[in-house]
């Protein structure tokens, strides 16, 4: 059947349906139009070609862009099985003209988003077809309406026709349906088809969602088509092709016009004969990889299932619901688990598509393919974990494009706790590369044309935006991290200027561990951070003289408790600076604040434990300390702070030091009934964070009675298996084995 006697040929379709797809094509092929028109950007009909390379391979997106924002984006995905897909390569193998006619992307672009009216419903034309047929699945009532209507039927075209009429009839109850800027749309294609006309005739075919159909088949004229897009704000944009995954088709993805099963569809596309006895295979091979028994007799007694449901419920084949259900039955004994894995991996899919070279990029977009081609870091995806050792060139070179991507806000990977080694050469990241990423690489292009120069650009020009201290450092050991080293005298100017201008010591604390990791960072990586080292010292020189003053000033709980996590910060920076005057003056700090009674007990037991830690304290200070903080005069609120900036993080040595158990043990039985009650809540949280063993153990030891055994030297016997006191030269013997586990050389 041609479409010359009645005008163009329309092709009413769904988006992403393979019956739809297999149905165009077989229209096609039948009326044999002169051109195709396909619902698109026409900003996109100078790269059609491009689908015709083999190096195409969809799911890809058309991308389009405005020029002067990047940000300002919009995709049109198309799958393998989408029926423009179809209709671009059937033209492409037959030498037909395929254009694009629908709305260009310069006025979509630059119009504000659609603002519905309230209370306005937006029409889901299959929804209601599915329900008027007596479907309460749309899905359902599309996969037996087309998606298992074969290709032999001996009209091609009456579907067409059919599903236009049940358009027109829709459109006719419901008017627009809600899609009001559809109008401005259908407006547009009708005045390409006017043009397409009159360049090849009327013989020519139109490949749209099956909602145009009734208003592109309309009696419009050319003057009010006209008045409707007169007046359409406009950008200056750019276009390419860009990979997609079946993940991005999915609903769940945020595309609108996305579809529940990708996966699915994909295989029933490709199947052309026995897809569910096909599907199920692939299934059993699933599940086979994760090691669960699954045999050929699972497949025969589910595809036998699947059918039978098919047959009880009226269908013309299983769909996805049937496999599904069998599958659960037969192959996974009934469980949730193994079928949420089959939904994830088959039903929708990490397939991702590819995108010809010969597609035009931004220079920053080459320059990033170029540096995963070298590197081996095929954009994937499904997510993955990457194990890098940053003493290897190669996994040094990839941490260092991975931070640069970072800080570009191209997240590619995500740092992640490593299950191995916490070693400072090593790092874990988990990689997946989703289609949006492609407009993040346009937008950074404004930086720089490689990555290296962009990140650089990006960081200088973050430097002199950031308005705090604590962001100029986090910047700083982002660009060591990445290897940002022409970056780095920027961002120290920017972050000299703050740290002089900074008066607030809770601020200056919070910054100075970010310094500190740099200079590890540094040494790892072979970076030379020497000028970050002159910053850091300042800074903690600064904080310890203003620390002891700004913890004595009438702190409340929170703001205790805040103090009290920047002193272990800055504890731990001293500790990475690796100057012995630094520890000097901090260790001096932390004993003034311990031996401060104005100072809140939160952060005097912090101080003191600290102090203990690191062998600046003796014991019987510290008992005598203990002692003072858990007299009757101190108030019992205070006194379990102490105990909880003390004792916090870890109970082992309260099992190895019975004495100041024992203080603990005395001060809670004399606490107040009344007061017991306020302070139980800070006791639970400090003891109820140790280890079951050590829980267990200090019960023991409580069940016994203090004072019953105690490892401080002249307090009584020791408990069993522990001696009196430290013994130097049998702790010194073990330092030449932890040498070489830790250096893999001899001392």
Request: aromatic share 4%.
């Amino acid at each position: 059947m041609s479409g010359s006697a009645r005008g163009p040929l329309l092709l009413g379709v769904r988006h992403h349906g393979p019956g739809s797809a297999r149905a165009v094509r077989a229209a096609l092929e039948a009326a044999r139009p002169s051109a195709v028109l396909i619902e698109g950007p026409p900003e996109g009909d100078a790269l059609l070609a491009l689908a015709a390379d083999p190096g195409m391979r969809p799911p890809v997106a058309l991308l389009a862009h405005a020029a002067d924002d990047p940000g300002r984006a919009a995709f049109w995905p198309l799958a393998g099985f989408s029926p423009e897909w179809a209709a671009i390569r059937w033209a492409q193998d037959r030498d037909v003209p395929v254009r694009f006619i629908d709305l260009p992307a310069a006025h979509t672009l630059a119009a504000e988003p659609d603002a519905e009216a309230p209370g306005s419903v937006r029409l889901d034309p299959l929804a209601v077809l599915a329900e008027t047929a007596g479907y309460d699945d749309p899905e359902r009532w599309w996969e037996d309406v087309v998606e298992h209507r074969g290709t032999g039927a001996a009209d091609p075209l009456a579907a067409f026709e059919a599903l236009g009429e049940a358009m027109g009839a829709l459109r006719e109850e419901f008017g627009d349906g809600g899609h009001a800027r559809d109008l401005v749309r259908e407006a547009y294609m009708r005045q390409r088809m006017r043009a397409a006309r009159r360049e090849f005739g009327e013989d020519h075919a139109v490949v749209c969602g099956a909602w145009h159909v009734p208003a592109l088949r309309a009696k419009t004229t050319a003057a009010a088509d006209k008045a409707l897009l007169s007046g359409l704000p406009k950008v200056k944009v750019e276009t390419t092709w860009v990979p997609w995954t079946h993940r991005r088709l999915a609903r769940a993805g945020g595309y609108g016009a996305g579809i529940a099963s990708p996966g699915w569809y994909a295989h029933l596309f490709e199947a052309r004969d026995r897809p569910v006895e096909r599907w199920l295979t692939k299934v059993a091979g699933l599940l086979r990889e994760e090691d669960r028994q699954v045999s050929s007799a699972h497949v025969i007694e589910a595809v036998r299932l699947a059918q039978t449901l098919a047959a009880v419920r009226g269908r013309p084949l299983p769909g996805l619901t049937e496999t599904l259900e069998a599958v659960r039955a037969v192959m996974c004994d009934g469980s949730e688990v193994p079928l949420a894995l089959i939904e994830d991996r088959l039903v929708v899919g990490d397939v991702l598509g590819e995108v010809p070279d010969a597609a035009p990029v931004v220079p920053l977009q080459r320059d990033l393919t170029r540096r995963q081609r070298s590197l081996r870091l095929k954009a994937e995806a499904r997510e993955r974990e990457l194990e890098l050792d940053l003493r290897k060139e190669t996994d040094a070179a990839r941490s260092v494009l991975l931070h640069r991507l970072r800080l570009l806000g191209i997240e590619w990977g995500t740092p992640t706790a490593s299950r191995g080694s916490t070693g400072t050469f090593r790092e874990t990241w988990r990689l997946r590369w989703e289609p949006e990423l492609s407009v993040r690489v346009a937008e950074a292009g404004i930086w720089g044309t490689t990555v290296l120069a962009a990140a650089t650009a990006k960081a200088e020009a973050d430097a002199g935006a950031a308005a705090e201290l604590a962001e100029v450092t986090a910047l700083a050991e982002r660009c060591l991290e990445a290897g940002l080293g022409e970056a780095l005298p920027a961002v120290l100017r920017a972050l000299a200027d703050r740290a002089a201008l900074d008066t607030d010591v809770a601020r200056l604390a919070k910054a100075l561990p970010a310094l500190a990791r740099s200079l590890r960072y540094g040494d790892v990586r072979g970076t030379d951070a020497s000028a970050l080292a002159t910053v850091a010292a300042g800074l903690a020189e600064r904080i310890c003289v203003a620390l002891p003053a700004a913890c004595a000033a009438g702190l409340d709980g929170d703001a205790a408790a805040e103090l009290r996590g920047h002193v272990d910060g800055v504890h731990g920076a001293v500790g990475l600076l690796d100057r012995e005057d630094l520890r000097e003056r901090w260790s001096a700090v932390l004993r003034t604040l311990a031996a401060r009674d104005t100072v809140p007990g939160l952060i005097r037991g912090r101080a003191a434990r600290l102090l203990l830690d690191e062998g600046r304290l003796p014991q019987e200070e510290t008992a005598r300390l203990m002692g003072l903080a858990l007299s009757p005069a101190s108030a019992p609120a205070d006194a379990a702070g102490w105990i909880e900036g003390f004792a916090g993080g870890g109970g082992t040595l309260l099992v190895h030091d019975d004495r100041l158990l024992g203080l603990i043990d005395a001060w809670l039985v004399s606490v107040p009934e009344g007061a017991f009650i306020d302070v139980l809540p800070l006791l639970r949280r400090t003891f109820g964070a140790y280890e079951p063993g050590v829980r267990r153990t200090l019960g023991e030891l409580l069940r016994r009675g203090p004072g019953r055994g105690s490892t401080v030297p002249g307090a009584g016997a020791a408990p069993p298996g522990f001696a009196p006191a430290l013994d130097p030269t049998r702790a010194d013997a073990v330092l030449p084995l932890l040498h070489l586990l830790l250096t893999a050389a001899p001392p």
